[in-house]
């Protein structure tokens, strides 16, 4: 199959290792991904924080780049972040009707509809729960809000991550609850926020994992970053990152990376 990568903004600026790990795992399991270069973010920044107006250039880029799914140039688009798949999803085509462009809206949704998050796109998609990874490490898993919530991905991350070989999967305890993040709630509400990482990073330490996985770098960098500042010494990495490797072949992250939490 044919898939086209959005490799989301944070992925883009912040943590290439994401996308690049996606592109290889789908073409470690023989499949093609492209890249289309006039992608740029998808709008959620502006539309959580109010100004609808100012995402409309970037939906309208969005909805004009990744057409072509449309006329099967490709099969579905991939995401691997569970917080833009779900502004595709639900916000992209709200916010055309607000400003009455009703058939930029419809071509929107329609093309959210081939719009996955890495873990539904494997499972859903693919029909795979065992990607054929190798990943020998103490590991839990943080279920990001937008990816449970909007995206609702559900338990397929965790079926991916219980067929790695060599895993040492332990629960992560309170895992439903909030990292503290939210874009610019971690800004606005600083105190809240702290309060709300400092639970998180007790229960990420109680399970005594080597790292902490999630489908949504955002978060990661806001735990990690925690993490890191009190020496835990307990990494974050992608779901794409843990699934892209195999005993064969491990997965290196490009030297150029940004790394947190280490």
């Not at 006329?71 to 991939?78: H, L």
């Not at 729960?129 to 937008?146: I, L, S």
């Not at 229960?203 to 955002?218: F, P």
């Amino acid at each position: 199959m044919k898939f086209a990568l959005f490799s989301t903004c944070i992925g883009d600026a912040m943590f290439p290792q994401a996308p690049q790990a996606t592109v290889h795992l789908l073409e470690r399991l023989g499949h093609t991904v492209v890249f289309p270069e006039s992608q740029a973010c998808c709008g959620q920044m502006h539309i959580n924080t109010g100004y609808y107006r100012e995402a409309m250039p970037l939906i309208e880029n969005h909805v004009r780049t990744f057409e072509p799914v449309l006329d099967g140039e490709w099969d579905a688009i991939v995401v691997p972040s569970g917080s833009c798949t779900g502004s595709i999803r639900h916000q992209q085509k709200l916010v055309a009707d607000d400003a009455g462009k009703t058939a930029l809206g419809q071509r929107a949704q329609a093309i959210a509809d081939k719009t996955y998050e890495l873990s539904e796109l494997l499972v859903d998609v693919l029909g795979l729960e065992d990607v054929g990874a190798y990943f020998p490490h103490r590991v839990t898993y943080h279920p990001t809000c937008h990816s449970m919530r909007i995206t609702k991905v559900g338990d397929r991350p965790y079926k991916l991550l219980q067929n790695v070989e060599g895993i040492d999967f332990v629960p992560l305890p309170e895992e439903r609850s909030c990292c503290g993040f939210g874009g610019t709630f971690a800004m606005k509400n600083k105190e809240t926020s702290t309060a709300m990482l400092a639970d998180k990073m007790t229960n990420v330490m109680a399970t005594k994992a080597e790292i902490l996985v999630a489908g949504d770098y955002s978060c990661l960098m806001h735990i990690g970053g925690g993490l890191s500042r009190i020496r835990a010494g307990i990494r974050v990495m992608h779901l794409a990152e843990i699934l892209a490797g195999t005993k064969e072949e491990p997965w290196n992250a490009p030297a150029t990376t940004t790394k947190v939490g280490v």
